[in-house]
């Protein structure tokens, strides 16, 4: 997109964006990808002259209101909103509270790895969006309320996720998985200090784990990235797969996969889950 005026990224973002993922449908009708004009009008609460005079650089001074309609409605990451406030003459407002929207985009993309065990994490370790993999090999957390499904939770606190847990060992030595998600809590915390729900999770933590309290207290700042784990699974043993921490640009969201080397015992263990999970579906 070689014009950043404020007109030509509404209309580049309103061209990529898929209709079906704003709720309209398809149809053999449309001329043109993305969305119609007069769709995202009313997406956004806007009338359609108003976005055609905004898209052709007529209405020059648009709100801050306005933008954050159409951030809304084009389905924007946190980048390119900022982008659209600056492209606006404004100022891009701070996030105050940790993203839980995964973009139809990361699920499109996720849904074609569906031979691999994904999980989708929100920066506070909350699990948003997980496969039949994930659930083939750690357990379906569908059972469990949104709050034991947070990551940090289950791993230092007494709710039923902490006996949701397959045991799990790391190449990298005993607590370094536990120090390696405190210090991601401690980043996520400087970059939502205001976010009521993770000072609440990060506060009931310290109070009910003093293990919590003592690496809390010495851990750095840092990203959890990957790791060799073995996952004590209950029909096929220990399974010794490649974790793999992948971050969303914009979104802060964390893509947690789980790979073998072909030939491993963890390639054929993974080969079992999968054709148990092809099988459970017939």
């Avoid at 790895?113 to 569908?142: E, K, Q, R």
């Avoid at 939502?192 to 700042?221: C, H, I, K, N, Q």
Wanted: charged share 25%; proline share 7%; aromatic share 6%.
């Amino acid at each position: 997109m070689s014009d950043l005026s404020f007109g030509a990224l509404v209309r580049g973002w309103r061209d990529r964006l898929d209709p079906a993922d704003a709720g309209y449908a398809r149809s053999a009708r449309r001329r043109a990808p993305g969305l119609r004009r007069e769709e995202l009008a009313e997406l956004a609460g806007l009338s359609h002259e108003y976005v055609l005079r905004l898209e052709q650089s007529r209405a020059t001074n648009p709100s801050a209101q306005v933008v954050s309609a159409l951030a809304r409605a084009l389905r924007l990451t946190p980048a390119e909103r900022d982008q659209l406030y600056r492209a606006a003459g404004l100022l891009a407002p701070r996030d105050q509270t940790v993203g839980t929207h995964v973009p139809p985009s990361i699920r499109r993309l996720v849904d074609r790895l569906g031979d691999l065990p994904i999980g989708v994490f929100a920066a506070d370790w909350s699990l948003l969006w997980w496969n039949d993999m994930w659930t083939a090999l750690h357990g379906d957390p569908s059972g469990l309320p949104p709050a034991g499904r947070n990551l940090a939770r289950a791993l230092f606190g007494t709710g039923e996720g902490r006996w949701h847990l397959r045991p799990v060992t790391s190449t990298a030595g005993p607590y370094a998985f536990e120090t390696a998600i405190v210090a991601d809590l401690r980043e996520a915390v400087s970059r939502y200090p205001t976010d009521p729900e993770l000072a609440a999770l990060v506060d009931g933590l310290r109070a009910a784990s003093p293990f919590f309290g003592e690496l809390w207290s010495v851990a750095g700042m840092g990203q959890l990235v990957g790791d060799l784990k073995t996952i004590s699974h209950p029909e096929l043993g220990d399974i010794t797969v490649d974790c793999d921490v992948l971050t969303v640009p914009g979104a802060d969201l964390r893509i947690v996969t789980y790979t073998a080397a072909p030939g491993t015992g963890g390639a054929e263990q993974l080969e079992l889950l999968r054709a148990a999970r092809l099988s459970g579906a017939r």
